[in-house]
């Protein structure tokens, strides 16, 4: 069974700070990982999904790494921003399903 | 525009009543889902279609029943609303083929049983 977890639960951070979140998987035959960002109250945005024939995917100041022999995704923030304060979730699927398993997510604040 | 749109945004209601939540995608995408968030906002999978047939149908109770009248729209009908049915519901849709699959998810509908 597939279990996915992240640390940490919570962080807090001045800004300008570089950041890694981390997400591991226990099951690593996984199909592709994404990383999620959630604003309370608000639905799920996709921040980016990494194939499993990936290492890393980038968008802005967002750097994904996947190491899938070993279970593990990083997600690094660079020069961290009080607009980034928002809860980040990661999730696998699997081969031959649609079905994501999320990760139990880390809640960020950056402040000024 | 919205992309994936869920109605209502919220819901309170009495325990032992029925209610249904809708969502509707604008993105032509050929797969739906509900999704589960609890109180301690572990997201879960509760069910998928695919072209309108049901391909994800998790542990669930049978008070929860979904239905898509097309592509678009994918229903969440609940009979016998419980206590523990207190949660946010998501929709979210997505293109298969082979490769980059995003889930596209709506904004919730904040259901509270009373």
């Known amino acids: 069974k597939q279990e996915v977890t992240q640390i940490p639960a919570a962080l807090s951070v001045p800004e300008g700070e570089n950041l890694v979140l981390n997400c591991s998987f226990t099951d690593s035959a996984i199909y592709n990982l994404q990383w999620f960002r959630q604003d309370p109250g608000k639905g799920l945005t996709s921040l980016l999904l990494i194939q499993s024939s990936q290492r890393e995917q980038t968008s802005g100041r967002l750097n994904a790494s996947l190491d899938k022999s070993s279970g593990r995704s990083t997600l690094y923030i660079a020069a961290s921003q009080p607009g980034d304060s928002a809860t980040y979730l990661c999730?696998?699927?699997?081969?031959?399903?649609?079905?994501?398993?999320f990760g139990t997510g880390t809640r960020l604040q950056v402040f000024p | 525009d919205t992309a994936v749109s869920q109605t209502p945004k919220y819901l309170v209601t009495q325990m032992g009543n029925d209610k249904s939540i809708k969502c509707e995608q604008n993105?032509?995408?050929?797969?739906m889902y509900w999704y589960k968030q609890d109180s301690k906002k572990f997201l879960k999978i509760m069910f998928s279609?695919?072209?309108?047939?049901?391909?994800i149908n998790e542990t669930v109770p049978n008070r929860f029943s979904p239905k898509s009248p097309d592509k678009a729209h994918l229903n969440l009908h609940i009979n016998s609303l419980e206590l523990g049915d207190s949660a946010v519901y998501f929709c979210?849709?997505?293109?298969?083929?082979?490769?980059?699959?995003?889930?596209?998810f709506g904004p919730g509908t904040r259901l509270l049983v009373l």
């Open positions: 999730a696998v699927r699997r081969y031959n399903t649609d079905k994501l398993i």
């Open positions: 979210a849709s997505s293109q298969r083929k082979q490769g980059a699959e995003t889930q596209y």
């Open positions: 279609y695919n072209n309108k047939e049901l391909i």
């Open positions: 993105l032509g995408h050929d797969t």
